[in-house]
């Protein structure tokens, strides 16, 4: 069983929302079933208020009462993903293309993504090769997509060719528990520069970060 879902971070980027808007906005639903457009109306009621862990349970009501229920599925996806939960964010995502695979092609570029994440470079490759099928008139970021192909395809190629990698950690002046990314180095090569997430409340600053 999962955890409850924590405090929503701000900095997620929302890879799916953008799908979820045209089907919600109109009202036009893959279901014909009163109970399981009322559960997933209250489900993203509560996602829009910042009640995930509301949203996740109407929304699994909502897949009860018509387990074809396409937008369910990819707005529970949605959830577990802000939340990091890649596992089950690829199994509702994955069900929402099972159901209709032609309906949403981006689908499988956003997929992609998500498997990318876990480390399933084969399972991604196929996703991406998957997506280059559709007409490119019928898709979008069409160059994201063989990008990601690109970087997938090095990936398989760096496991069949390991080479020796001994990372140092440079100790806590420079590392910390957060995620740290983007690192850089000045001009004189004197000052390393590095973005890092920080675990923070509301307006809470933590000293010794520049944050915005």
């Known amino acids: ?38 559960w ?3 489900g993203r009621e ?3 208020a910042g009640d995930d862990e509301k949203a996740g349970e109407a929304l699994v009501k909502a897949i009860a009462a018509d387990d074809r229920f396409i937008e369910a599925y990819r707005l529970l996806a949605q ?3 802000e ?11 994955s069900k929402s293309l099972e159901i209709d695979p032609t309906g949403n092609p981006d689908g499988y570029r956003l997929l ?3 498997t990318m994440m876990t480390g399933d470079y084969p399972g991604t490759l196929e996703l991406v090769e998957r997506f280059l099928e559709f007409p490119p008139e019928e898709v979008r970021n069409r160059d994201e997509a063989l990008r ?14 390991p080479v020796p990698f001994h990372p140092e950690n440079l100790g806590d002046s420079v590392n910390s528990p957060g995620r740290e990314y983007w690192p850089s180095l ?5 000052i390393l520069m590095f973005t890092v997430m920080l675990e923070t409340e509301g307006d809470e600053t933590v000293p010794g970060y520049f944050q915005e």
């Open 148 to 161: 990601l192909k690109e970087s997938c395809l090095f990936a398989l190629e760096a496991l069949e060719n």
């Open 186 to 190: 000045s001009v004189d090569e004197n």
């Open 112 to 114: 992609a993504g998500m």
């Open 40 to 42: 997933f109306e209250e």
């Open 79 to 81: 959830i577990h993903l």
């Open 83 to 93: 939340h990091e939960r890649h596992g089950e964010a690829i199994r509702y995502f």
């Open 1 to 38: 069983m999962n955890p409850p879902f924590r405090a929503r971070p701000l900095s997620i980027l929302k890879l799916l929302l953008l799908l979820l808007l045209p089907a919600t906005l109109a009202a036009q639903y893959s279901t014909g079933s009163r109970r399981a457009v009322r």
């Open 46 to 48: 509560a996602y829009q």
